[in-house]
């Protein structure tokens, strides 16, 4: 029996191509724009990402995350529930690491073929990531995360190219950061390359989730035997390598729905739709010993997540915790963030928050927050310090790890605390004048008071301070400073300044005592 | 070579001769000190004009010298340097007035300048402070090229000839490139310094503030201005910051002298900052240390000042 093509193949092929291309360009400009603005279209398409998404609905199951939470659980189930209905559509036009992919197959081969899938290590992999996330270690799980990886990339390579193409500062970065996220890249384009698809099939956690609902999908794209004539044009095409035409066989789990053998088949064998309740069943539905130990152990992941996103995840974490490393010194973590634990459990490090921050303030850490901490954004004072009027890395996370605080709330959230050494001040030490703390200072927390040396000497108010960094940014004593910010496990919030902080009228009278009437001339 | 051709390249070399005296840099500190004079009589050391607006201060205050055109010669490139220290609003007086930058702007292209930049070493966040502090859209409307003042690849290392501290420091390349050079800040209270004025304002020319704090600041204040001397200061003293300065914050208090300071001496402009301030200018290191490097006079019974109310 031949059948004609399916309707709509090219027009669908075009929308998923537009939506692809537009997706890719959306996130790719969240990552390299270096102005302020932060555009709604690229905002949209974090917030889409299946993995932040389910960060954000875990957070809201915990309880530790709200409003953002709740989004969260909208978007991860919306996504879930429309591929378990209708196919894997996610990995063809949402996922920007899936069109940075098709982008590379273009360089490659022509000619492809089936390949038979590789169950053991997509099982290992992706109980691997979900371990690890349950372990408070999402940013570890995500070395196989593609929204992760993608900004990486882009984040901690590209960026840096557009900057010195426009001549702007780079940030001083560890050339671990720049070729672990380059390299990790790097593998999946070659493989792209020569292998199309291969990282969805075989690594991706989301490709595995969204695989398996597609493979049990009312409506999905089928091979139907009866039609089809073996020609083995799919196989050729296909870039996930999951046709096997000669064999009349289709991985469903792999699949990305390039549409392409659709394109190319002659018969319309294969096509999207619902199954023909007629005839025998089709070849996949046939399951074979080593998809079934997928299946099997995919279920006991899921669970496994289940059980270890409510009280198990805080256990694993606190067991966990010691071995998977802390830092010496409690480094600042965001605004946002709640607490150093809190941060960890939750940030993927996909550098989102890094790419977009005005200040460059915020910095991907090497060490300093332990190994599971390894590219979590922290702030580093030696580079720039926390904006008081911005809260652009909050409207940024796609994951939930930085609540959405509002401006106001921001202001008073109290991130760290200044250490003031007066041995080390060069007020003191070289009895000059300096002033710098106080003067950067946003709340009045370090103020100058002429003390012993009879010149301004900076005092420290530790109520108020909410730890932003710009007395410590800009104090110029080295190679320790005199005035220093170290972050709170455990964020706090900050009092707000006294309203006569600064107009007290004996602090701030002239030394010359000369008076000045308003209608005058002063001098 | 002939007659004709010989002539011809004298004339040129006589051109370029002339030409490189009067675009020289050094030239402009000369002009400086002998503006044309306005309605026949000398010009001042300095003119202050009180009320009005931040416009027909400047404007009153320019009249002075015959107007802008003692200062910009047509053709000429510009750079304005205001404070933009701080992502702060306008109401809050932590950087300069940008309806003062554009006037000033305005007046720089009437008098003919080919080209006007404006820019500053934010302290917080570049962008930010330009758009906050509302100087970005005001100086553009006016006509002005915005330009960042956050990047070091901007900034060449210069030698500060006459410097006791600071003989090598790196200034922003507009700082060298343009003809004329006009220092606009705001005058407030400054928790280190004491005061802000004129000469504090350029130390926001130099790229590393933190070693300019650790060498001793009223001295590296006095030093980062020999490097070029400003062709005018102007200095808004508008809404007067007396306490929380240079930042500003809620409870600052302020002093409304609707008052607008203008001079090519810019130890004398401080002089006056300070007694606006309540203050002396034997208060501030930097001001007897840039008038012992002669930059200026403090000594306000030396100097013809204009004072005017509108």
């Known amino acids: 029996m031949t059948r004609r093509r399916s309707w709509g193949v090219r027009p669908a092929r075009i929308a998923r191509t537009a939506v692809a291309s537009l997706v890719l360009a959306a996130s790719a400009f969240g990552f390299l724009f270096l102005g302020e603005a932060a555009d709604p279209v690229s905002r949209a398409v974090a917030s889409l990402q299946l993995f932040p998404a389910a960060e954000r609905a875990v957070g809201f199951l915990l309880g530790t995350s709200g409003a953002l939470g709740a989004a969260g659980v909208v978007a991860a189930s919306a996504i879930l529930l429309l591929s378990s209905v209708f196919g894997r559509w996610y990995c063809a036009a949402l996922c920007p690491l899936g069109g940075l992919q098709d982008l590379a197959t273009l360089l490659g081969r022509r000619k492809r073929g089936y390949r038979r899938p590789r169950h053991l290590l997509r099982a290992v992999a992706f109980l691997g990531f979900l371990c690890l996330t349950a372990a408070g270690a999402a940013s570890l799980a995500a070395w196989i995360e593609p929204w992760s990886l993608f900004g990486r990339f882009f984040a901690y390579d590209l960026q840096p190219v557009v900057r010195l193409a426009v001549r702007a500062d780079l940030p001083g970065r560890s050339a671990w950061i720049i070729a672990g996220s380059g390299a990790a890249m790097a593998v999946i384009l070659v493989l792209a390359v020569f292998s199309g698809r291969w990282f969805c099939g075989s690594l991706c956690p989301v490709g595995s989730s969204l695989g398996i609902l597609n493979r049990f999908a009312p409506w999905r794209l089928r091979l139907d035997p009866r039609g089809c004539v073996a020609c083995g044009r799919c196989s050729a095409v296909c870039r996930a390598s999951c046709i096997d035409g000669r064999e009349t066989r289709l991985d469903a789990t792999r699949c990305v729905y390039c549409l392409a053998c659709l394109e190319v088949c002659p018969t319309g064998a294969l096509h999207y739709g619902r199954g023909r309740r007629a005839g025998g069943p089709s070849r996949i539905d046939a399951p074979s010993p080593g998809r079934r130990r997928f299946l099997v152990a995919l279920g006991a992941g899921g669970a496994a997540l289940a059980l270890s996103a409510l009280p198990g995840r805080a256990l694993a974490v606190r067991s966990l915790g010691p071995l998977l490393g802390r830092a010496a010194v409690t480094p600042v973590t965001p605004p946002g963030s709640g607490s150093f634990r809190r941060f960890l459990e939750n940030c993927t490090a996909c550098g989102l928050c890094v790419a977009r921050c005005p200040s460059k303030v915020l910095q991907p850490s090497l060490g300093q927050l332990g190994i599971r901490g390894f590219l979590v954004p922290r702030l580093d004072y030696d580079v720039s310090y926390c904006q008081f009027d911005c809260t652009t890395c909050l409207q940024a996370c796609p994951s939930g790890a930085l609540e959405k605080l509002s401006l106001e709330r921001k202001r008073l959230t109290k991130i760290g605390d200044a250490d003031l050494i007066r041995e080390r001040c060069i007020v003191i030490t070289n009895r000059t004048k300096c002033g710098a703390c106080a003067e950067h200072c946003t709340t009045g927390a370090v103020r100058m008071e002429v003390g012993a040396t009879g010149l301004p000497e900076p005092v420290f108010s530790r109520s108020i301070c909410i730890g932003c960094g710009a007395c410590h940014h800009a104090c110029p004593v080295r190679p320790q400073r005199a005035i220093s910010v170290a972050g709170l496990a455990v964020h706090g919030i900050a009092d707000r300044p006294a309203p006569d902080l600064f107009s007290a009228p004996d602090r701030q009278s002239s030394p010359s005592g000369i008076e000045v009437k308003k209608e005058e001339f002063p001098f | ?310």
Request: aromatic letters at 6%; a positive charge.
């Open chain 2, 1 to 310: 070579m002939n007659r004709r051709e010989f002539l011809k390249k004298l004339a040129a070399a006589g051109a370029a001769g002339a030409a490189t005296l009067l675009l020289d840099r050094g030239s402009n500190a000369l002009w400086a000190q002998s503006p044309s004079k306005g309605g026949g009589q000398t010009a001042p050391d300095l003119v202050a004009v009180k009320g009005g607006g931040q416009a027909s201060r400047l404007d009153r205050a320019l009249k002075e010298y015959g107007g802008m055109g003692a200062f910009v010669r047509k053709g000429q490139t510009v750079v304005i340097k205001p404070n933009i220290g701080w992502a702060q609003e306008p109401r809050i007086a932590a950087c300069t007035n940008p309806e003062l930058v554009k006037r000033l702007v305005e007046q720089c292209l009437e008098a003919g300048a080919a080209k006007v930049w404006v820019f500053d070493h934010s302290c917080d966040n570049g962008p930010s402070s330009y758009r906050t502090s509302q100087i970005e859209r005001y100086a553009k409307d006016g006509g002005a090229v915005v330009v960042p003042g956050d990047n070091s690849s901007s900034y060449r290392e210069v030698t500060v000839a006459g410097a006791v501290v600071l003989k090598r420091m790196k200034v922003h390349e507009l700082i060298l490139e343009a003809d004329v050079f006009i220092n606009v800040p705001v005058l407030k209270d400054h928790s280190g310094a004491g005061m802000t004025s004129a000469m504090k304002n350029l130390m926001e020319i130099v790229w590393d503030r933190g070693a300019l704090h650790s060498q001793g600041l009223d001295q590296c204040i006095a030093d980062s201005c020999l490097f070029r001397r400003p062709t005018l200061n102007i200095v808004d003293a508008g809404k007067v910051m007396l306490s929380g300065g240079p930042r500003g914050h809620s409870g600052s208090r302020y002093d409304e002298q609707q008052m607008l300071i203008l001079s090519t001496d810019i130890v004398a402009i401080d002089a006056v900052s300070a007694r606006t301030l309540g203050k002396s200018p034997a208060d501030f290191g930097y001001i007897a240390k840039g008038e012992a490097r002669g930059l200026g006079t403090a000594d306000l019974q030396k100097l013809d000042i204009r004072r005017l109310t509108l």
